[in-house]
């Protein structure tokens, strides 16, 4: 039970509701605190720390492959291809003009895109002059990706797709920056409690906390993500979850940079004198299908299996293993949308909200009235 003070002078009595304290809840309460500094804002986060995606993510800043672009082109009109890569790389200014590159570990190393034999190479490599023509209208980058040979192990085909301009971060330092930053500007952070419902009428809309408080705000914007289909069960959200595994400590490992493989669906990269891997949920995509954490073991002894036979060709030791909860839907376009007089959701994510969070919060703040 809430006191009388905590009640009163914790949470109740802002002007704005942000729910969720993601990268996307975080990055749109600053964007609307900016934007209205003279409204109270109070992040809502169910869990002790951010409980989705935000922390639990492979930290690639990256904006597109060949492979996931061609992929792409059977569910989506080019011009929306296009708009999807501009969001990315204008997300990724953004957030790169709100949290120095030092305090989020951002490094440039670049993304290469990997593949298993020389027949899915020389796919993507058809289309390469015609995805270099897309990221130009998207990025202003002239031949974006380019042809570099690699040397991870020997069983991927040795040439891979090159992007110069992809680097990879620590998603928790950056996470850790956007609430310094949230609380620097006087946004109120409340964490280990849920909103269960809310009811809107002419002058407020009422929360109905996990613990069934009611609070009253002006405005409410979800920041959500998968978990936005728990309040909205018509919206176009599918919750998918995604596998990650990471080494112990080695004395040397044969890659720097992000790599990506089968259209985006697997990702691995170097932490430090470890590696990352995870993904390939279109294995199990069913089981998948998820907004429950846990373990896959399918997956996981897939990716272990990939890391020791395709990257490494030795045996691995695992010291981490956890699962993460993304948002996908028909439409790789994110929603941002006035939902009613007081209410607004900025979610679906499309698993790439390092990269497009900090867009997505802007756009909400310039639809914010
Ligand atoms: C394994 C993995 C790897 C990824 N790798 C990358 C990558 O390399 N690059 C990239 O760009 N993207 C990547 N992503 C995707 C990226 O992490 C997400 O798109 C992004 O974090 C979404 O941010 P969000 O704030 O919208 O959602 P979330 O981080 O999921 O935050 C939503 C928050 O809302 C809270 N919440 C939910 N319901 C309620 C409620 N009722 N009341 C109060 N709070 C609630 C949750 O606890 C959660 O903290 C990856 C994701 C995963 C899982």
């Not at 509701?17 to 209205?36: E, H, M, P, W």
């Not at 919206?235 to 493989?261: C, E, Y």
């Not at 941002?336 to 390092?354: K, P």
Request: overall charge neutral.
């Amino acid at each position: 039970m809430l006191s009388f003070w905590e009640k009163q002078y914790w949470i109740d009595n802002g002007h704005t509701a942000v729910i969720g304290s993601g990268i996307v809840g975080l990055s749109t309460a600053i964007a609307l605190k900016r934007k209205f500094p003279e409204n109270k804002v109070t992040i809502i986060e169910k869990g002790i720390l951010p409980t989705g995606a935000s922390t639990k993510n492979a930290g690639f800043a990256c904006f597109g492959t060949v492979g996931e672009t061609i992929d792409d082109l059977n569910n989506a009109e080019e011009s929306e291809i296009i708009n999807t890569i501009k969001q990315r790389w204008q997300g990724l200014k953004l957030l790169k003009e709100n949290v120095s590159l030092k305090s989020m570990s951002y490094q440039n190393n670049g993304g290469f895109e990997v593949f298993d034999n020389a027949e899915s190479f020389e796919k993507c490599y058809e289309s390469l002059e015609y995805v270099n023509k897309l990221m130009l209208e998207a990025t202003g980058i002239q031949n974006c990706i380019t042809v570099k040979k690699h040397s991870i192990g020997n069983h991927l085909h040795k040439n891979a797709l090159f992007n110069p301009h992809e680097s990879q971060l620590n998603p928790v330092k950056l996470v850790k920056s956007l609430i310094q930053k949230a609380e620097n500007l006087g946004i109120n952070i409340v964490t280990g409690i849920g909103v269960k419902s809310f009811e809107e009428d002419k002058n407020k809309v009422k929360l109905v906390l996990d613990n069934g408080i009611e609070v009253s705000f002006q405005k409410l914007v979800f920041c959500t993500n998968a978990f936005t289909k728990n309040l909205f069960p018509n919206l176009d959200i599918i919750p998918a979850r995604n596998q990650v595994i990471l080494t112990k400590s080695m004395d040397s490992i044969p890659l720097k940079g992000t790599f990506h493989m089968d259209k985006g669906y697997i990702y691995f990269r170097n932490i430090e004198d470890r590696i990352l891997i995870g993904g390939a949920r279109n294995l199990d995509s069913q089981n998948e299908k998820t907004s429950e954490f846990g373990q896959n073991t399918y997956i996981q002894s897939y990716l272990k299996d990939f890391l020791e036979t395709k990257i490494l060709q030795k045996e691995v030791q695992i010291e981490f293993e956890w699962s993460g909860i993304i948002a996908i839907g028909k439409s790789k376009k994110p929603i941002v949308e006035q939902i009613s007089d007081r209410t607004y959701i900025a979610a679906r994510l499309g698993g790439m909200g390092v990269a497009v969070g900090s867009f997505v919060a802007d756009k909400l703040a310039s639809i914010f009235k």
